[in-house]
């Protein structure tokens, strides 16, 4: 699939996720198979006001993630235009506006969901973005504000006139922020009403799960978010098929180069709780998870939390486990 100029290389690729979805985790999917990925919403406000870590941390990106899609989560075309022209400045490829995000927090300022509510200003909006933006403009939206406001179509038809080269779909209401099954018809009735790409995203689990979401809906690309986490190898169509040995080799491997990534590319103090977080999903699943994830959690330098990981690892390595127990005599 092709938005505007750029390629989409594959069917899946790694859903936007606020505090995962980092530069660090997003080389990961990438060398797993996903294809392009999308950064977390970035402020812009933060970046109108020059907060340093809005502009220089969130907003990060390496250069081996061309082309990449940064997201931009706002209200008004004040802090929206040149919120997209800085990020388009700084080299995005795509520039993706929020339209989804559910949190009270980010609604209650008119942010994330809450622009699918006043159709007609979020049309002045967007007509006030595509005019600066020259790269493709893509938005990710909800199926609405709640159960009586299904507006998705509604609001893709018009973002279509604008002039919005793609559009990702996870067909939620706000209100239902990540509870019950999302719908994947209502995805299906926007592919039907527009001609742009649509991405299909939501309780996607497994590269089979999307090729079912895209047979189901006619979607040309999914994005795969809660499912990735702690398991980037979901990009991988052969991961699956290997044996409990070489899925922990490949596992190893994948955890091997995603420390020194997040060691690299971030302060040691935000260092610390994302590679105590992603170790935690890491691990998630094994034998006495629990327990190993209170002692990671009480680390303070990265020595330590890779320490106690290692040993853990180790210790549910399936290798070591098979060999007969060594009885001293
Ligand atoms: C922790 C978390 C953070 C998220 N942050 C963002 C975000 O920054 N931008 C965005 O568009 N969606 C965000 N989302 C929504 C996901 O991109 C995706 O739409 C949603 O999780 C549904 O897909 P899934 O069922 O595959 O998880 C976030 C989701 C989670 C769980």
């Given at each position: 699939m092709f938005i505007g100029n750029v390629e989409v290389k594959g069917l899946a690729r790694l859903a936007p996720m606020a505090g995962i979805s980092n530069a660090a985790y997003r080389i990961i999917a990438r060398e797993c198979g996903s294809a392009l990925t999308t950064s977390e919403e970035i402020d812009a406000t933060g970046l109108t006001r020059k907060n340093s870590k809005t502009r220089y941390d969130i907003a990060k990106y390496l250069p081996e993630e061309k082309p990449i899609a940064l997201q931009i989560l706002g209200s008004n075309a004040e802090t929206l235009v040149p919120g997209a022209q800085w990020l388009q400045d700084r080299g995005a490829d795509i520039i993706d506006l929020n339209m989804g995000c559910p949190v009270?927090?980010?609604?209650?300022?008119?942010?994330?969901?809450?622009?699918?509510?006043?159709?007609?200003?979020?049309?002045?909006?967007?007509?006030?973005?595509?005019?600066?933006?020259?790269?493709?403009?893509?938005?990710?939206?909800?199926?609405?504000?709640?159960?009586?406001?299904?507006?998705?179509?509604?609001?893709?038809?018009?973002?279509?006139?604008?002039?919005?080269?793609?559009?990702?779909?996870?067909?939620?209401?706000?209100?239902?922020?990540?509870?019950?099954?999302?719908?994947?018809?209502?995805?299906?009735?926007?592919?039907?009403?527009?001609?742009?790409?649509?991405?299909?995203?939501?309780?996607?689990?497994?590269?089979?799960?999307?090729?079912?979401?895209?047979?189901?809906?006619?979607?040309q690309s999914v994005m795969i978010g809660r499912a990735a986490i702690g398991k980037p190898w979901i990009f991988d169509e052969t991961f699956e098929d290997l044996s409990p040995e070489d899925k922990y080799d490949y596992q190893t491997r994948v955890i091997d180069r995603h420390m020194p990534l997040i060691m690299e590319h971030f302060p040691e103090k935000v260092g610390l709780i994302q590679m105590q977080r992603h170790l935690s999903w890491y691990a998630g699943g094994r034998d006495r998870v629990r327990s190993f994830r209170v002692e990671l959690f009480a680390t303070r330098t990265y020595d330590e939390a890779r320490s106690v990981f290692d040993r853990y690892w180790e210790s549910v390595n399936p290798a070591v486990s098979k060999q007969p127990h060594l009885v001293a005599v």
């Open positions: 009270p927090k980010i609604t209650k300022t008119g942010r994330g969901s809450a622009m699918m509510r006043d159709v007609k200003k979020t049309s002045e909006i967007l007509k006030a973005m595509r005019k600066v933006i020259t790269v493709p403009f893509t938005i990710k939206i909800r199926s609405g504000w709640d159960q009586e406001h299904l507006n998705a179509v509604e609001v893709s038809k018009m973002a279509e006139d604008i002039g919005v080269d793609a559009i990702t779909v996870h067909p939620r209401t706000r209100a239902q922020r990540f509870t019950g099954l999302s719908t994947w018809d209502m995805i299906a009735q926007v592919v039907d009403a527009v001609s742009i790409p649509i991405t299909g995203n939501g309780d996607v689990k497994s590269m089979s799960d999307a090729r079912k979401m895209q047979m189901a809906t006619g979607c």
